[in-house]
C-alpha cells in the first residue's frame, strides 16, 4: 500500500493511512491503519459530519446491513473529519439509540483530512470529507471511489452490492459484472467469442428487470 496523500487512482495500490477512532462496540479509542487490513475487502464509508441530518440516516441503514458484510468477509469503516471524542458522544447522544445498540462498525477521526484527500473526498474549503465511498480489494487496490454532494444520501444496500459483484469478479476467475447484478445472476465471460454477441449468448442478462430486493448473503 502507498503511502497517505499520494493520489489514489483505480487499479493501483491505495494510500496507506493511520489515524485515531472510536470502537463503540468494544468501548475503546483506537489506532486504525489500512495496513491492518490486508487480504480483506474494505469499505471506507466517508461522511461530512457527526451531529447533522443526512448522515445518520446513511450511517443507520449501514449498521442493518452490518450482518451481511461480515458474512461476505468485507470490512466497513466510517471516516469523517470529526475528533473520536466527538464520535464517543454522538454514537452515545443518537446513533446507539436510532440503532437499538452501540454503532457497529469502527470511526474513524479523520481530523486532517489526510484519509480523504488522496481520493479527492475532503473537501479543503469547508475543511470536511465529502460523501464518499471507497472500495478497497484483497490485495489493497482501489477498485471504486464514488462521491455524492452534501444533500445527496446514499442507499448502502447498492455499496454492498458493488462489494458482492467484485467478489463474484474475483471468485469466478475474472468474469465480468453485468448491470444491475445481483448474487444468483448470470455473470459473463469477457471472451472472443462473446464479443459482439451479449445480446445472442446473454439475452437473460439484457431481459433483466432492474429492480433489487431480498437479502443477498444467506
Not at 116 to 137: A, N, Q, T
Not at 168 to 182: F, L, M, R, T
Request: with cysteine.
Amino acid at each position: 500500500m502507498e503511502n497517505c496523500c499520494e493520489s489514489a487512482r483505480i487499479g493501483k495500490p491505495a494510500p496507506n493511512f493511520e489515524v485515531d477512532g472510536f470502537d463503540a462496540l468494544n468501548g475503546r479509542f483506537d489506532k486504525y491503519s489500512l495496513a491492518n487490513y490486508k487480504n480483506k475487502y474494505v469499505v471506507l464509508f466517508f461522511y461530512p459530519a457527526d451531529y447533522t441530518y443526512v448522515c445518520p440516516t446513511e450511517l443507520i441503514y449501514l449498521a442493518k446491513l452490518k450482518d451481511q458484510f461480515d458474512k461476505s468477509g468485507v470490512s466497513v469503516l466510517v471516516v469523517s473529519t470529526d475528533k473520536k471524542f466527538t464520535h464517543k458522544a454522538w454514537n452515545e447522544a443518537e446513533l446507539s439509540q436510532a440503532f437499538g445498540g452501540n454503532y457497529p462498525y469502527p470511526m474513524l477521526a479523520d481530523v486532517l483530512g489526510n484519509v480523504g484527500k488522496p481520493y479527492g473526498i475532503y473537501d479543503e474549503e469547508s475543511g470536511v470529507d465529502l460523501r464518499g465511498i471507497v472500495l478497497i480489494d484483497k490485495q489493497g487496490v482501489v477498485q471504486s471511489i464514488t462521491i455524492n454532494s452534501d444533500p445527496l444520501g446514499r442507499n448502502p444496500k447498492e455499496i454492498l452490492r458493488v462489494v458482492l459483484a467484485l467478489i463474484e469478479h474475483d471468485n469466478s476467475g475474472g468474469k465480468v459484472i453485468p448491470a444491475c447484478w445481483i448474487p444468483g445472476d448470470d455473470v459473463i465471460d469477457p471472451s472472443y467469442d462473446n464479443s459482439g454477441k451479449v445480446w445472442t449468448n446473454y439475452s437473460k442478462v439484457l431481459q433483466k428487470d432492474p429492480g433489487q430486493s431480498g437479502n443477498w448473503i444467506s
